[in-house]
């Protein structure tokens, strides 16, 4: 995420200079994507939930993959308490405190709502642009698709002859 945060440090600068007001932009990382689809200066908002570890590599091990995916889901959790509910949440991951207002309940409630995040990089654009590029890509990917045909036709011809001069090596042997 290093080389691809730039555009919610960009969108948070905006956000401050166009004075939009601080409970539109939570609502903005949190469902910005949601909110407004098609609109890139409020969909990027969305990045606020990935910008904390995850597993990019894939981990083979299914339960520590739940393990991980579950910590994952928890960092979402507790950022979103501490940064705009001013309280730590952690806690009720395990049990309910008796000082935090936040109780086990509340927690696996919101971890209900984060575990559709999923992590990884995606294009953020209007339907028009969209709809631009692939007008533009549909000749290359034409044409890509004949050069595949090609391609596999040439491996079918040369593994037919291969064939064909191992059975004429096998007599001669």
Not at 8 to 29: A, G, V
Not at 44 to 63: E, R
Request: aromatic share 8%.
């Amino acid at each position: 995420i290093t080389n691809t945060a730039w555009p919610f440090r960009d969108y948070i600068i905006r956000s401050f200079n166009q004075d939009k007001p601080f409970d539109r932009m939570i609502l903005e990382h949190l469902a910005g994507d949601l909110i407004g689809p098609d609109q890139p200066d409020v969909e990027i908002a969305t990045t606020f939930l990935v910008c904390g570890p995850y597993d990019d590599v894939g981990n083979q091990d299914a339960v520590q993959a739940a393990q991980i995916r579950a910590n994952t889901i928890d960092d979402i959790i507790r950022t979103t308490g501490e940064a705009f509910l001013g309280v730590t949440i952690g806690c009720a991951r395990c049990h309910d405190h008796k000082f935090d207002p936040i109780l086990q309940e509340d927690y696996y409630s919101l971890y209900s709502t984060f575990n559709g995040v999923q992590h990884g990089s995606r294009v953020i654009s209007t339907r028009e642009e969209k709809d631009n590029f692939n007008k533009k890509m549909d000749p290359l990917n034409q044409r890509e698709s004949e050069i595949l045909k090609q391609q596999a036709d040439l491996n079918n011809d040369i593994n037919q002859r291969g064939l064909k001069v191992a059975e004429d090596l096998e007599k001669k042997w």
